[in-house]
């Protein structure tokens, strides 16, 4: 990961490589493994003996962790919304974060999921009295679009005409989960997409997302941040000795508690709050409220 300034910055004159800017605050998941290796098993060690796969195994789960609890590198995709409505979940999905679309002024404005919405399973049906199911040559069930997601997705979301003077105060009782001007989504994870519904035609839409960094990446491409390392290799250590045989129990919960403390050390490292930021936001605590 480590390159020289010329490299970094220049590049021989030609345009800068942007694909290592950044990068020193990494490094690589192989070099976490061989550290491991070299530093924590041997005679007269904790961990006298250990196959190399199983190092690799639980560091990705470890590193699996932190994106999923501290790290929270959030990803994204933008993307135009095509007549079917439909865009596909991104390669390395794992969870939701914020769905929203760009408006004329650069801004994302956030899009409300509708709870209310589903996408069930539609299997066609003959013209029977029975209306029995109609089975394809391979006897598997034929399935179609269901009628709730085409009648969802024509709807619109709100009332998208201003209110009157005469309406204003008067929408007692509303669904606020439901009360929202920039359109709705419909996420269907078993299928792999989200659903928008005829409003948002046409329109950008910006997904992000939390990934777990390890998609289609080979053990020498993955990137471990490097406020990360010691909490990797306590987690490494943990796990390895609360699975081998004969190994006291006290050696095992002294190194589960070191690797809780190293992982809450993470967390406050990666806290990016920062003074002026808060004392930004805090300026606002004396308004009036009329």
């Not at 789960?61 to 995709?77: C, K, M, V």
């Not at 394809?136 to 034929?142: F, G, H, K, T």
């Not at 070191?258 to 004392?279: V, W, Y």
Request: no cysteine.
């Amino acid at each position: 990961m480590n390159i020289t300034q010329n490299e970094y910055y220049q590049n021989n004159g030609n345009a800068p490589l942007q694909e290592n800017w950044g990068t020193y605050q990494y490094m690589l998941l192989e070099d976490i493994v061989n550290n491991f290796l070299l530093t924590y098993v041997g005679d007269d060690k904790v961990i006298n003996k250990v196959d190399r796969n199983e190092v690799v195994f639980h560091a990705k789960r470890g590193l699996q962790e932190i994106h999923y609890d501290a790290l929270r590198e959030i990803r994204g995709f933008e993307a135009e919304v095509p007549e079917t409505l439909r865009l596909p979940l991104a390669h390395d999905f794992v969870s939701l974060v914020k769905v929203g679309y760009v408006g004329s002024d650069g801004v994302v404005h956030s899009i409300m999921q509708n709870f209310d919405a589903s996408s069930p399973t539609s299997y066609l049906q003959d013209n029977t009295p029975q209306a029995g199911i109609l089975i394809d040559s391979s006897n598997n069930a034929m399935t179609g679009t269901p009628v709730i997601e085409t009648n969802w997705k024509n709807q619109r979301a709100g009332n998208l005409n201003p209110p009157e003077k005469t309406q204003l105060g008067k929408r007692f009782g509303m669904d606020t989960k439901s009360g929202n001007f920039n359109g709705m989504y419909h996420i269907d994870k078993n299928q792999g997409y989200i659903l928008f519904n005829s409003t948002l035609q046409g329109v950008n839409i910006v997904i992000e997302y939390v990934s777990d960094g390890m998609y289609d990446l080979a053990d020498s491409e993955i990137k471990v941040h490097k406020l990360a390392e010691t909490f990797m290799y306590d987690y490494i250590a943990a796990t390895i000795l609360s699975s081998k045989f004969n190994v006291q129990e006290y050696i095992v919960r002294r190194a589960k508690k070191q690797a809780s403390a190293s992982l809450r050390n993470m967390k406050i490292r990666f806290n990016s709050l920062k003074l002026n930021e808060l004392t930004q936001i805090l300026r606002g605590r004396d308004k009036w409220i009329k």
